[in-house]
């Protein structure tokens, strides 16, 4: 779909808009920051492990904000605002599945030098000063304000740009008041400005390790440690092997991220400005326009951590959400299990593979959906929840022995159904939604207890 320029009446095409052209004119980028310190096996570790829980949770923020928009003409939206709201859909869908590459591409890297898979992160929403100053990763639902956050966390490095002014937070306004120097042996978070450094640091402690240990030294991982494309359809998905292939799987992320080779306008920080621009223009034509339905980011329960967050108190959104949840806690044990398994055959892993991609389509995807359509509770009126991305525990998601593991996953996968079940028995309304993801629930369960029978 093309936006029209309020002004001119003229088409704008996608990347060349006002805000695309804005950009596009400040030429290239300011000097790139100097990496931070990587000395030890440890160290480059940990920073992986940050890497991953970064591209886990702006994956959430992206998949929240493409769940709040409006789904058809009865929300108030005229033909060509269901076109905007429909392709913005797709392009935060297939900039969030980029964000999965990115994440199994972390965790080939990990695999790689004999790091273990890392799929916990923050409870979202995230503690303030976990990250650097400008981190900061929240759910929101779609509007101006969450795509200028898009912007900013994926703006390519040098380049100059505000974040939305909702999410910057006086207290992680400064970074972390420790560094790491040369000679430090333990390993520590370290300050950088854009996910571009982040990666650019991780790359230069592969090159000096593979310089300080030999590349037989540094990539002691097992080649079958490896997630490959075969299992997840994913052509990109490098397999790690040596320093050659940890560049390219470096390299991919930060192409599609920002367009590390300066064509930023096809990655992610391109689409998103393409996203403002039509948005501003469809909002200067009629000011009333408004994609997304009136979400609030709310919680099942208290956060573990200090957060002032509403709670979802209708007793059935509330059950609805914890079904996601369920969900997405199978996913990460699915996800920990293939990138953490022992002695499973390439049928197994392949169903492993297969198995996430059920959950989250047949599961998340639809469940999320719904729960924007749900009242979050009498204390707030004609306001609907989200997916929460509640996790019950923060921890990595591994159960370690092969058999003991699968029948887990596949007791929890029957569990959901059964309070599928119960959830559309109880509430008419809502019982067609839940049909195929119940279905799904116990499709994936008899799989997964059937591999291992």
Same mark, same amino acid.
């Given at each position: 779909?093309?936006?029209?320029?309020?002004?001119?009446?003229?088409?704008?095409?996608?990347?060349?808009?006002?805000?695309?052209?804005v950009?596009?004119t400040?030429?290239?980028? +300011?000097?790139?920051?100097?990496?931070?310190?990587?000395?030890?096996?440890? #160290?480059?570790?940990?920073?992986?492990?940050?890497?991953? /829980?970064?591209?886990?949770?702006?994956?959430?923020?992206?998949?929240?904000?493409?769940?709040?928009?409006?789904q058809?003409?009865?929300?108030?939206?005229?033909?060509?605002?269901?076109?905007?709201?429909?392709?913005?859909?797709r392009?935060?869908?297939e900039? +969030?599945?980029? /964000?999965?590459?990115?994440?199994?591409?972390?965790?080939? !890297?990990?695999?790689?030098?004999?790091?273990?898979?890392?799929?916990?992160?923050?409870?979202?929403?995230q503690?303030?000063?976990?990250?650097?100053a400008g981190?900061?990763?929240?759910?929101?639902?779609?509007?101006?304000?969450?795509?200028?956050?898009?912007?900013?966390?994926?703006? *390519? /490095?040098?380049m100059?740009?505000?974040d939305?002014?909702?999410?910057?937070?006086?207290?992680?306004?400064?970074p972390?008041?420790?560094?790491?120097?040369?000679?430090?042996?333990? *390993?520590?978070?370290?300050?950088?400005?854009?996910?571009?450094?982040?990666?650019?640091?991780?790359?230069?402690?592969?090159?000096?390790?593979?310089?300080?240990?030999?590349?037989d030294? $540094?990539?002691?991982?097992?080649?079958?440690?490896?997630?490959?494309?075969?299992?997840?359809?994913?052509?990109?998905?490098?397999?790690?092997?040596d @320093?050659?292939?940890?560049?390219? +799987?470096?390299?991919t992320? $930060?192409?599609?991220?920002?367009g590390?080779?300066?064509?930023?306008?096809?990655?992610?920080?391109?689409?998103?400005?393409?996203?403002?621009?039509? !948005?501003?223009?469809?909002?200067a034509?009629?000011?009333?326009?408004?994609?997304?339905? *009136?979400?609030?980011? +709310?919680?099942?329960?208290? *956060?573990?951590?200090?957060?002032?967050?509403?709670?979802?108190?209708?007793?059935?959104?509330?059950?609805?959400?914890?079904? =996601?949840?369920v969900?997405?806690?199978?996913? @990460?044990?699915?996800m920990?299990r293939?990138?953490?398994?022992?002695? /499973?055959?390439?049928?197994?892993?392949?169903?492993?593979?297969?198995?996430?991609?059920g959950?989250?389509?047949?599961? $998340?995807?639809?469940?999320?959906?719904?729960?924007?359509?749900?009242?979050?509770?009498?204390?707030h009126?004609?306001?609907?929840?989200?997916?929460?991305?509640?996790l019950?525990?923060?921890?990595?998601?591994?159960?370690?022995?092969?058999?003991?593991?699968w029948?887990?996953m596949?007791?929890?996968?029957?569990?959901?159904?059964?309070?599928?079940?119960?959830?559309? #028995?109880?509430?008419?309304?809502?019982?067609?939604? @839940?049909?195929?993801v119940?279905r799904? =629930?116990?499709?994936?369960?008899?799989?997964?207890?059937?591999?291992?029978?």
């Open positions: 779909m093309t936006a029209t320029d309020p002004a001119t009446a003229d088409p704008i095409p996608a990347g060349t808009g006002p805000l695309a052209r950009l596009a400040r030429g290239g980028r +300011a000097e790139p920051e100097a990496p931070f310190v990587i000395e030890h096996r440890e #160290a480059l570790i940990y920073m992986l492990c940050e890497a991953a /829980e970064l591209e886990h949770g702006i994956m959430c923020q992206y998949l929240y904000a493409a769940f709040s928009l409006k058809s003409a009865d929300e108030g939206l005229d033909a060509d605002g269901l076109a905007a709201v429909q392709s913005w859909r392009t935060l869908g900039i +969030a599945g980029q /964000e999965m590459l990115h994440l199994a591409l972390v965790h080939n !890297l990990l695999a790689a030098i004999g790091g273990p898979p890392h799929f916990g992160r923050p409870n979202l929403p503690p303030a000063r976990h990250y650097p981190v900061n990763l929240e759910l929101r639902p779609f509007d101006r304000e969450t795509v200028q956050h898009f912007l900013f966390l994926e703006r *390519p /490095e040098g100059a740009l505000e939305a002014a909702s999410s910057v937070h006086a207290d992680h306004l400064e972390p008041g420790t560094s790491v120097t040369s000679g430090d042996i333990v *390993p520590r978070g370290q300050d950088f400005a854009t996910v571009g450094h982040l990666y650019r640091s991780i790359e230069a402690g592969f090159d000096q390790l593979a310089a300080k240990y030999g590349e030294g $540094l990539f002691i991982g097992p080649p079958h440690a490896q997630a490959v494309p075969e299992h997840f359809q994913l052509p990109e998905l490098v397999p790690v092997t @320093l050659a292939s940890a560049h390219r +799987a470096i390299d992320i $930060l192409e599609q991220g920002e590390v080779s300066g064509a930023w306008q096809a990655a992610h920080f391109g689409r998103f400005v393409a996203m403002q621009d039509e !948005l501003t223009a469809r909002r034509a009629d000011p009333s326009f408004e994609p997304a339905r *009136p979400v609030l980011v +709310a919680n099942v329960r208290p *956060p573990q951590r200090e957060a002032d967050l509403p709670l979802i108190t209708d007793p059935l959104t509330a059950r609805v959400a914890d079904v =996601f949840n969900g997405y806690e199978v996913l @990460l044990q699915l920990t293939y990138f953490a398994h022992t002695d /499973e055959s390439d049928e197994q892993l392949k169903l492993l593979a297969d198995a996430g991609f959950v989250m389509f047949g599961v $998340l995807r639809p469940l999320g959906e719904l729960l924007t359509r749900l009242p979050v509770g009498p204390e009126p004609d306001r609907t929840a989200g997916a929460t991305f509640e019950f525990y923060e921890a990595d998601y591994l159960v370690p022995h092969l058999r003991a593991a029948l887990v596949a007791e929890r996968l029957r569990e959901a159904r059964t309070s599928c079940a119960a959830l559309a #028995a109880e509430s008419p309304s809502i019982a067609a939604a @839940l049909a195929p119940g799904t =629930f116990a499709d994936l369960a008899a799989r997964l207890s059937a591999a291992v029978a």
